[in-house]
C-alpha cells in the first residue's frame, strides 16, 4: 500500500481554536516509526504494536508539541466515566466521575508524579475522559474511527478529551462532560469550543438489524440510514443533537471532515482490524 503523507492537523489549522490558548493537534498515520500492520504513527501501547515502537511515536509527539509537559491517558474502555485533574505539590488527585441516568458520582485518587528523562506519561486509569484547566498537562485520546472530542472553555480556561464510540455516544458521555463544565468549572454554554476529529461515518458504519432497531427505538430513526436492507448509524448526527440540546450552536462546533475508514491516513479498525490508534492531543499553551 502506498500513502501520501500528510501534515497533520492541528489547532492552527481551526478557525475556532487558531486564537486560543488551546493547542490541539490531530495526527494521522505517518511520521512514526512502528512496522505494519501499525505503520507508522501507532500511538497505542493496548494494540500489540512493539512497546518501544509506541513509546517513541508518543516521545516524537510530545517533544515538537509539548516540550516538558506531562501527558495524561486512559485505559480506555468505551464507557462515560471521566477524570477530572487537579494537582497539588506533586500529587496529581483524579476524581472519577460516573454517570447513571442524570447523576454523576465521584471518587478520587491519587497519583505520585515523577520525572521522567524526556517527558512524564501517567495512565491516570480505566475511563473515556480527562477535564482539566492546568497547563502542565497534555491530555490524549486514541482512536481507530470512535470520535475524538475537544471541549474548550476559553474564560475558565478548562478543557476535556473525550474517546466517543457508539458506546460512549450512546451512554452520553458528551453530556457527561459538558454537565461537569457546567456544575464544577461554572462555564456557560455559548463559551464553549468543540473539536470532533476524524472517525467513521455514515458512508461506512453498517451496524446489524437488531442493533438499528435498539438505537432507532432508543434515539429515534433519523441517526439511522437504510439501503438494502443494510444500516448506517451516524454518530456526528447523535452528537450535534446532543451539543444544540445544550444550546451550543453549530458554529461552536468543528467536525473533522474526513471519515477514518474512508481516508487511508487514518487508522480504521472497521477496514483495517488488527492496526494502530492515531490521537488527538491537547494542552494548554502560553503562546497564541
Ligand atoms: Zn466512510
Request: charged fraction near 20%; aromatic fraction near 10%.
Amino acid at each position: 500500500m502506498k500513502y501520501i503523507q500528510k501534515d497533520f492537523f492541528t489547532s492552527k489549522d481551526s478557525k475556532l481554536f487558531c486564537s486560543t490558548k488551546l493547542h490541539f493537534v490531530l495526527t494521522n498515520r505517518y511520521h512514526g516509526v512502528s512496522k505494519p500492520p501499525y505503520n507508522s504513527l501507532n500511538l497505542a501501547y493496548h494494540v500489540n504494536d512493539k512497546l518501544e515502537s509506541a513509546r517513541i511515536n508518543r516521545s516524537y509527539i510530545m517533544q515538537k508539541y509539548y516540550k516538558n509537559k506531562t501527558l495524561l491517558y486512559l485505559n480506555q474502555i468505551h464507557s462515560n466515566t471521566i477524570f477530572a485533574i487537579q494537582e497539588n505539590k506533586g500529587i496529581l488527585e483524579a476524581s472519577q466521575h460516573n454517570l447513571k441516568g442524570n447523576i454523576t458520582t465521584a471518587t478520587k485518587h491519587s497519583i505520585l508524579m515523577q520525572d521522567g528523562s524526556q517527558y512524564n506519561e501517567i495512565l491516570v486509569g480505566d475511563g473515556d475522559g480527562i477535564i482539566c484547566n492546568k497547563s502542565d498537562f497534555v491530555l490524549m485520546s486514541m482512536v481507530a474511527d470512535c470520535n475524538p472530542i475537544l471541549i474548550y472553555a476559553k474564560p475558565q480556561n478548562v478543557f476535556a478529551v473525550l474517546h466517543a464510540g457508539r458506546q460512549g455516544v450512546c451512554s452520553k458521555i458528551l453530556t457527561h462532560a459538558l454537565m461537569l463544565f457546567i456544575h464544577d468549572y461554572n462555564v456557560k454554554m455559548q463559551d464553549i469550543c468543540i473539536f470532533i476529529g476524524t472517525s467513521i461515518r455514515k458512508c461506512c458504519y453498517e451496524i446489524d438489524n437488531n442493533l438499528a432497531f435498539q438505537l432507532m427505538q432508543e434515539f429515534g430513526e433519523k441517526y439511522i440510514a437504510c439501503e438494502n436492507e443494510r444500516y448506517k448509524l451516524d454518530m456526528i448526527g447523535l452528537l450535534c443533537d446532543e451539543i444544540l440540546s445544550f444550546g451550543i450552536e453549530l458554529s461552536q462546533v468543528e467536525i473533522s471532515p474526513s471519515c477514518s475508514c474512508c481516508d487511508e491516513s487514518y487508522f480504521s479498525y472497521r477496514r483495517e482490524k488488527i492496526t494502530g490508534r492515531f490521537a488527538l492531543f491537547a494542552s494548554l499553551c502560553d503562546e497564541v
